[in-house]
């Protein structure tokens, strides 16, 4: 559908629903973010060990409609003051998603407001041109979730080349698993992030898995596993296991590959700037890292507050509203895509 938009005053109603939080945001103008509620599952899921899909479909449906009245509320605007209706529709847990884009389709024709489909990952990009206001493509991105390992160059709005993503495990992912093991509770990645600002981050030396130079994908089953044996080996010598060195030399061992990885594609594509975007993208180890091999190579690093890491609205809002103002609208049969690639 090719349309013909002014840029400006453009307000965006946004949804998120990919996977345990339900976020709703207004967005003008891509950037400026008028309301960004987030209502997480965190504490449902917890008693769990991780996410489960049921579960956190109802959960959607029982505050979908709360959020975004609240949303409109903070923002101080009605519906009839929306311009277009952005609403991730991949990749994600397919019933999550699919609550969503329900709710926003129903809007949609209910108030006759154009619907912009919206993926997810992209989204994750777009939180730092919300952070960064005078941020403009090119740059590499390093994007770091529970489901995702990639590197991207981005060349402009919604133009991208991939550079590297994960063979197997995702960052945030082996966070999960190696907190698990270690008893220490869902979500992982926070945890061992804190636990790692005290313990000896050299005390293991446990494998760094670069693969071979001619590539910039990732692999960190082999380092799970590495962890996994440590600490049965550990366990059946009667050794004692530090848990605050176990985590930091673990994250060490991740972020140094995750930082390397991004600096060396960073200089092969001739970018001078490095935007990190996910959950992992919180984490400090991984900021400090990056922002001192940064420092060392001239190149600036860019990421976004930590609010904005997180599975949020607002970063979707931002995608809508470049999508919107190139014509790119959706229909009403819109339909949640699962394993929907960037």
Same mark, same amino acid.
């Given at each position: ?14 949804? /998120? ?44 449906? /029982? ?47 209910? =108030? ?88 000896? =981050? ?37 050794? /004692? ?25 960073? =200089? ?57 103002? =190139? ?16």
């Amino acid at each position: 559908m090719d349309i013909s938009i002014e840029k400006d005053n453009i307000i965006t109603l946004a949804i /998120e629903t990919s996977c345990d939080e339900t976020s709703v945001s207004v967005v003008k103008n891509g950037r400026e973010v008028l309301s960004n509620i987030i209502s997480s599952q965190i504490e449902v899921h917890k008693k769990f060990g991780g996410v489960v899909p049921e579960i956190a479909s109802r959960k959607h449906i /029982e505050n979908i409609n709360s959020i975004i009245k609240n949303a409109l509320d903070e923002a101080r605007v009605t519906l009839d003051d929306i311009d277009n209706i952005g609403v991730t529709y991949g990749p994600g847990l397919v019933g999550a998603l699919l609550v969503g884009i329900s709710s926003a389709k129903a809007l949609s024709f209910g =108030k006759n407001i154009p619907l912009v489909p919206v993926n997810h990952i992209e989204g994750h990009i777009y939180a730092n041109f919300i952070e960064h206001k005078d941020l403009e493509p090119p740059f590499t991105c390093l994007i770091v979730s529970g489901g995702h390992t990639h590197l991207v160059n981005v060349k402009d709005y919604g133009e991208y080349e991939f550079l590297g993503r994960t063979r197997d495990d995702a960052a945030g992912e082996a966070f999960d698993k190696v907190a698990r093991a270690l008893g220490l509770g869902y979500p992982g990645g926070p945890i061992i992030d804190n636990l790692a600002k005290i313990g000896n =981050k050299d005390a293991i030396e446990f494998p760094r898995v670069y693969l071979d130079e001619d590539t910039f994908d990732f692999s960190f089953s082999g380092l799970k596993s590495a962890v996994l044996n440590y600490l049965n080996s550990s366990k059946q010598k009667g050794i /004692e296991i530090v848990v605050e060195d176990v985590a930091a030399s673990f994250q060490q061992a991740v972020i140094e590959v995750l930082v390397e990885k991004a600096i060396k594609a960073s =200089k092969k594509s001739g970018n001078h700037i490095i935007a990190i975007a996910g959950g992992v993208a919180a984490n400090e180890g991984l900021r400090n890292l990056m922002e001192l091999r940064g420092e060392e190579e001239g190149i600036e690093i860019k990421y976004p507050s930590k609010i904005l890491c997180t599975d949020n609205a607002a970063m979707i809002g931002c995608v809508a509203y470049y999508n919107y103002v =190139k014509g790119k609208i959706g229909d009403l049969d819109l339909n949640a895509v699962p394993n929907l690639k960037l």
